[in-house]
């Protein structure tokens, strides 16, 4: 199975509620990452987690993190329109994989205003 | 500052040409990512660089796949002779310093192989 895999596949809310994407992974890791990439785009860096840290915030943005549990999520305040996109989480399987990211396979968010 | 550069942004061919993708990293970061995304299998790490060296080229499919970084500045992938599975958005990204760091994508280049 693949390192990374988000949950739900697809998600539809509406402008002002929260969303929440979670994210679950097989080996150990250095870091665990979040990315957005809008349709047509390249994927954007949104916030990034170490294996020492439990949460972290930035703006809107919430992430934790469960080492013991193998998981994360990205949790999304009052959501825009503009949060539509598709969301992934990466991990940095720590020395033995180099400086490599492994991507899950993606959340799809739609916001409706 | 200028994010990712790649080029062109979209490429039709048919099937057997060689295909050729460009990338200007940003300047100053000495990793250098390449990737391929696809709806089946997502998104997959092709090869990268350090310091415009080949540090770990597992994952090019096959000896069609060809990655060089002649100078930090440029890199180019080349897929000879192409497949139409070889159809996908390439991406290519970049960071400094490896661990701990984000990585910055190009906006990818859509390849479509008839």
């Known amino acids: 199975s693949q390192q990374g895999e988000e949950d739900p596949q697809a998600l539809s809310i509406q402008e002002g509620e929260n969303a929440t994407m979670n994210c679950s992974y097989k080996t150990s890791i250095n870091n665990l990452q979040w990315y957005r990439q809008n349709s047509g785009r390249g994927l954007v860096h949104l916030i990034l987690?170490?294996?020492?840290?439990r949460e972290k915030h930035s703006g809107r943005l919430r992430v934790t993190l469960d080492t013991s549990k193998k998981s994360s999520s990205l949790l999304i305040t009052a959501s825009r329109a503009a949060d539509t996109a598709s969301y992934f989480c990466?991990?940095?399987?720590?020395?033995?994989?180099?400086?490599?990211?492994?991507f899950g396979e993606g959340t799809q968010l739609t916001v409706n205003p | 500052d200028a994010g990712v550069i790649q080029s062109p942004r979209h490429e039709v061919t048919e099937m057997g040409q060689e295909v050729t993708l460009r990338c200007k990293p940003i300047?100053?970061?000495?990793?250098l990512f390449w990737y391929r995304q696809t709806m089946m299998r997502g998104l997959e790490l092709l090869i990268y660089?350090?310091?415009?060296?080949?540090?770990?080229d597992s994952g090019m499919p096959e000896d069609r796949f060809s990655a060089k970084m002649p100078n930090a500045s440029f890199s180019t992938l080349k897929i000879q002779p192409s497949e139409p599975r070889d159809s996908a958005v390439y991406f290519c990204a970049s960071t400094v310093g490896g661990r701990n760091q984000p990585q910055h994508f190009g906006d990818g280049t859509r390849l479509s192989i008839l």
């Open positions: 660089f350090n310091n415009n060296v080949p540090i770990d």
């Open positions: 990466a991990t940095d399987a720590g020395e033995t994989s180099g400086s490599r990211l492994t």
């Open positions: 987690i170490r294996s020492n840290e």
């Open positions: 300047s100053g970061h000495d990793y």
